[in-house]
Protein backbone atom coordinates (compact mmCIF):
# COMPACT_ATOMS: atom_id res chain seq x y z
CA UNK A 1 0.00 0.00 0.00
CA UNK A 2 0.91 3.52 -0.69
CA UNK A 3 0.43 6.31 0.54
CA UNK A 4 0.09 9.50 -1.37
CA UNK A 5 0.19 13.04 0.47
CA UNK A 6 -0.48 16.78 -1.27
CA UNK A 7 0.52 19.81 -0.04
CA UNK A 8 1.36 23.61 -0.67
CA UNK A 9 -1.71 24.52 -2.41
CA UNK A 10 -3.32 27.80 -1.36
CA UNK A 11 -4.63 31.64 -2.19
CA UNK A 12 -2.60 33.53 -5.24
CA UNK A 13 -3.27 35.92 -6.57
CA UNK A 14 -3.28 35.79 -10.56
CA UNK A 15 0.31 35.98 -12.51
CA UNK A 16 1.27 34.41 -8.80
CA UNK A 17 3.32 31.12 -8.54
CA UNK A 18 2.73 28.32 -6.00
CA UNK A 19 4.37 24.99 -5.78
CA UNK A 20 2.81 21.82 -5.02
CA UNK A 21 4.42 18.87 -3.32
CA UNK A 22 3.51 15.32 -3.28
CA UNK A 23 4.77 12.99 -0.67
CA UNK A 24 4.41 9.23 -0.69
CA UNK A 25 5.12 6.82 2.16
CA UNK A 26 4.97 3.20 1.91
CA UNK A 27 7.28 1.92 -0.52
CA UNK A 28 10.31 3.67 -2.49
CA UNK A 29 8.93 6.62 -4.08
CA UNK A 30 11.47 5.54 -7.52
CA UNK A 31 8.98 2.65 -8.61
CA UNK A 32 6.07 4.36 -9.57
CA UNK A 33 5.21 7.05 -11.97
CA UNK A 34 3.38 10.37 -10.81
CA UNK A 35 1.10 12.73 -12.16
CA UNK A 36 -0.97 15.37 -11.55
CA UNK A 37 -4.06 15.89 -12.48
CA UNK A 38 -6.90 18.71 -11.24
CA UNK A 39 -10.59 19.06 -11.03
CA UNK A 40 -12.29 22.92 -11.31
CA UNK A 41 -15.79 22.93 -9.72
CA UNK A 42 -18.31 21.43 -12.16
CA UNK A 43 -15.74 20.08 -14.26
CA UNK A 44 -14.06 16.70 -15.37
CA UNK A 45 -10.95 15.64 -14.02
CA UNK A 46 -7.75 17.00 -15.72
CA UNK A 47 -4.32 15.29 -16.42
CA UNK A 48 -2.22 18.70 -15.95
CA UNK A 49 1.68 16.69 -15.59
CA UNK A 50 3.06 13.40 -15.50
CA UNK A 51 6.77 12.40 -14.88
CA UNK A 52 8.40 8.73 -15.45
CA UNK A 53 9.60 6.83 -12.55
CA UNK A 54 12.88 7.37 -13.55
CA UNK A 55 12.63 11.05 -13.87
CA UNK A 56 13.84 10.85 -17.70
CA UNK A 57 10.29 11.69 -18.87
CA UNK A 58 7.99 14.42 -18.28
CA UNK A 59 4.82 15.92 -19.79
CA UNK A 60 2.58 18.38 -19.41
CA UNK A 61 -0.78 19.49 -20.72
CA UNK A 62 -0.83 22.40 -23.47
CA UNK A 63 -2.31 24.14 -21.09
CA UNK A 64 -0.24 24.85 -18.25
CA UNK A 65 2.95 24.36 -20.36
CA UNK A 66 5.52 27.08 -20.34
CA UNK A 67 4.28 27.95 -16.86
CA UNK A 68 4.34 24.49 -15.06
CA UNK A 69 7.02 22.49 -14.34
CA UNK A 70 7.42 18.95 -12.93
CA UNK A 71 10.24 17.48 -10.79
CA UNK A 72 11.27 14.81 -8.40
CA UNK A 73 13.16 13.94 -5.95
CA UNK A 74 13.32 9.97 -5.55
CA UNK A 75 15.53 10.33 -2.40
CA UNK A 76 12.65 12.33 -0.31
CA UNK A 77 10.35 10.21 -1.87
CA UNK A 78 8.66 13.69 -3.40
CA UNK A 79 7.42 15.29 -6.79
CA UNK A 80 7.31 18.53 -6.99
CA UNK A 81 4.82 20.96 -9.64
CA UNK A 82 6.32 24.47 -9.65
CA UNK A 83 3.42 26.55 -11.24
CA UNK A 84 3.99 29.98 -12.40
CA UNK A 85 1.99 32.34 -14.27
CA UNK A 86 -0.90 31.40 -12.46
CA UNK A 87 -4.65 31.92 -13.65
CA UNK A 88 -8.03 32.22 -12.57
CA UNK A 89 -8.78 29.49 -14.55
CA UNK A 90 -5.84 27.18 -12.93
CA UNK A 91 -8.58 27.28 -10.06
CA UNK A 92 -8.84 23.39 -8.84
CA UNK A 93 -7.98 20.97 -6.43
CA UNK A 94 -4.93 19.24 -7.51
CA UNK A 95 -4.22 15.78 -7.09
CA UNK A 96 -1.59 13.74 -7.31
CA UNK A 97 -1.84 10.21 -8.21
CA UNK A 98 0.67 7.40 -8.19
CA UNK A 99 1.32 4.31 -10.78
CA UNK A 100 3.46 1.40 -10.57
CA UNK A 101 4.49 2.16 -14.50
CA UNK A 102 8.29 1.16 -15.10
CA UNK A 103 9.38 2.46 -18.42
CA UNK A 104 9.26 5.83 -19.84
CA UNK A 105 5.78 6.41 -20.95
CA UNK A 106 3.78 9.09 -19.21
CA UNK A 107 0.35 8.33 -19.42
CA UNK A 108 -2.30 11.33 -19.37
CA UNK A 109 -5.10 8.75 -18.31
CA UNK A 110 -6.21 8.99 -14.60
CA UNK A 111 -6.71 4.94 -14.56
CA UNK A 112 -3.30 4.35 -14.79
CA UNK A 113 -2.75 5.79 -11.15
CA UNK A 114 -3.42 3.55 -8.88
CA UNK A 115 -2.96 5.48 -5.56
CA UNK A 116 -3.96 9.05 -4.83
CA UNK A 117 -4.23 11.55 -2.64
CA UNK A 118 -6.93 13.92 -1.02
CA UNK A 119 -5.90 16.94 -3.00
CA UNK A 120 -5.21 20.13 -2.42
CA UNK A 121 -6.81 23.84 -3.16
CA UNK A 122 -5.64 25.97 -5.41
CA UNK A 123 -7.35 29.39 -5.78
CA UNK A 124 -6.11 32.30 -8.67
CA UNK A 125 -8.02 35.07 -7.78
CA UNK A 126 -8.45 37.74 -10.57
Known amino acids: QVQVEEAGGGLVQDGGSLRLSCATSGRTLNTYAMGWFRRAPGMDREFVAG????????YLADSVKGRFTISRDNDKNTVYLQMNNLKHVDTAVYYC???????????????????WGQGTQVTVST
Open 51 to 58: ISWSGGST
Open 97 to 115: GAGTRLDEVVSTDGDSYSY
